[in-house]
């Protein structure tokens, strides 16, 4: 089975600054690997996936995230970010269905609070 | 276009009480599935349909949670004898066929946010 941790439950930044939201996943076959995004009394939404290819994958927004498989990581990244960017951040992993099931399995969440 | 619709949007209720949960999914996905989101928690996986079958409902915390989904399309999530435990966003997401992964993400309701009194 597998599971997600998010090592950091609340990142508070200054506007303008860098972002690393950290994700470590754990699994014993190929996955999948996702960062959702909800916004305050807002439902989630896709910020970007990884399926296979690059490591390094592009998102909304300008964020993006980076698969180290040795590290089995997935964090998330920005290079300066804006106070619209406050919201809670969700990794998640899914076994491709090797499992039997196609169900994502997400991490606890990080908000990240952007201040002025 | 329209999105995972999710009723009532929020739900109290007095312990011990069955409550109703309703979703429905984007026309023609296939795929529907069951979240909880309590505080501090993350998502929590329930339940996930195929069209009207359950292949997977190892999430659902127990025997007084259940779901159904008919016609391929509108889904209901049942709490029986709730327990204040229960409280939390419940939320449906719908994928466009199997495999959402490849070419369409999870698309999820607003959820309902139940609080048990």
């Known amino acids: 089975a597998q599971s997600v941790t998010q090592l950091d439950s609340q990142v508070p930044v200054f506007e303008e600054a860098p972002v690393e939201l950290r994700c470590n996943y754990s699994s014993s076959v190929s996955v999948y690997l996702f960062w959702y995004v909800q916004y305050p009394n807002q439902g989630l939404q896709l910020l970007l996936k990884?399926?296979?290819?690059?490591?390094l994958v592009k998102g909304i927004n300008g964020f993006e995230a980076e698969f180290n498989k040795s590290q089995t990581s997935f964090h998330l990244r920005k290079p300066s970010v804006h106070i619209s960017d406050t919201a809670e951040y969700f990794c998640?992993?899914?076994?491709?269905?090797?499992?039997?099931?196609?169900?994502?399995?997400f991490g606890k969440g990080t908000k990240l609070t952007v201040n002025p | 276009g329209a999105g995972v619709s999710q009723s009532p949007s929020n739900k109290v209720t007095e312990k011990g009480k069955d409550v109703e949960l309703r979703c429905d999914p984007i026309s023609g996905h296939t795929a529907l599935y069951w979240y909880r989101q309590s505080l501090g928690q993350g998502l929590e996986f329930l339940i996930y349909?195929?069209?009207?079958?359950?292949?997977?409902k190892s999430g659902l915390p127990s025997d007084r949670f259940s779901a159904e989904r008919t016609g391929g399309s509108v889904s209901t999530l049942t709490i029986q004898r709730t327990q204040q435990e229960d409280s939390a966003v419940y939320l449906c997401?719908?994928?466009?066929?199997?495999?959402?992964?490849?070419?369409?993400?999870?698309?999820f309701g607003n959820g309902t946010r139940l609080t048990v009194t």
């Open positions: 349909f195929q069209g009207n079958s359950a292949p997977d």
């Open positions: 990884y399926l296979s290819g690059s490591t």
């Open positions: 997401a719908s994928s466009p066929s199997r495999g959402f992964s490849y070419n369409s993400p999870l698309h």
């Open positions: 998640a992993v899914s076994d491709r269905g090797q499992g039997g099931s196609e169900k994502l399995v």
